[in-house]
């Protein structure tokens, strides 16, 4: 075994278990352990959540970093205008635009603040302008993002990782959320597409403010 097949290998080692340390960490039935037995924890959970999440990234940043592999494709001329443009958009869009999330509720902040002993979520049913036309817009956007940059070994197996799991992330999400809202978001999943838009199914803002009224 090569030394870049062997360091692809342990990249792609290191995603899945961050894959399996965030969704371990969110799913519900840990959340409702800790507030049954440690409940003075549950104000912060998300938070600490978030924090954990993010510093877990950083050793796999590092190995896309240091062994970066061969390239594999680099974009030139137009279509380095275009790729770069692309991920411009999607950028601003994440920036500017929440997507109709709660972002106190999001990161964490809120329920600090307000010392939430819940282990539940407590975000309504809506669906935002994007939600319109995908169902996990962020995951999208980012999605346009990885994919339109330059690619080595290192960020194509990173890439690849990262699209496995926004694909099962989004599924293990829309569980909990189908046990939350039932009938109301089967419609919604039924007329909206997860993550790849597609413009005959599509949301009016009177359609998606019939289906909130139904949550």
């Not at 302008?129 to 194509?156: C, E, G, K, Q």
């Not at 089967?186 to 005959?200: A, E, F, K, N, T």
Request: net charge positive.
């Amino acid at each position: 075994m090569g030394a870049d097949t062997a360091n692809l290998m342990l990249l792609s080692f290191a995603w899945i278990a961050y894959a399996a340390l965030h969704s371990g960490l969110a799913s519900l039935g840990l959340k409702r352990a800790v507030a049954a037995h440690l409940p003075r924890l549950v104000p912060a959970y998300r938070l600490v959540y978030n924090l954990v999440a993010s510093l877990a990234l950083l050793p796999i940043f590092g190995l896309v970093v240091d062994r970066p592999g061969v390239w594999l494709w680099r974009w030139k001329g137009p279509g380095a205008w275009v790729m770069n443009g692309l991920a411009l958009v999607a950028a601003g869009i994440l920036v500017a635009w929440p997507a109709g999330y709660d972002l106190g509720e999001f990161l964490g902040w809120r329920q600090l603040r307000t010392r939430r002993g819940m282990a539940e979520d407590l975000e309504p049913f809506r669906i935002s302008t994007l939600h319109r036309f995908v169902r996990h817009p962020w995951y999208s956007l980012f999605l346009v993002i990885l994919w339109t940059r330059d690619m080595n070994a290192a960020r194509l197996v990173s890439a690849g990782w990262i699209t496995v799991y926004f694909i099962v992330g989004s599924w293990l999400e829309e569980r909990k959320l189908l046990a939350r809202f039932g009938v109301a978001y089967r419609d919604y999943m039924d007329r909206v597409p997860g993550l790849l838009p597609r413009p005959w199914r599509t949301l009016s803002r009177a359609e998606a403010q019939r289906l909130e009224g139904r949550r």
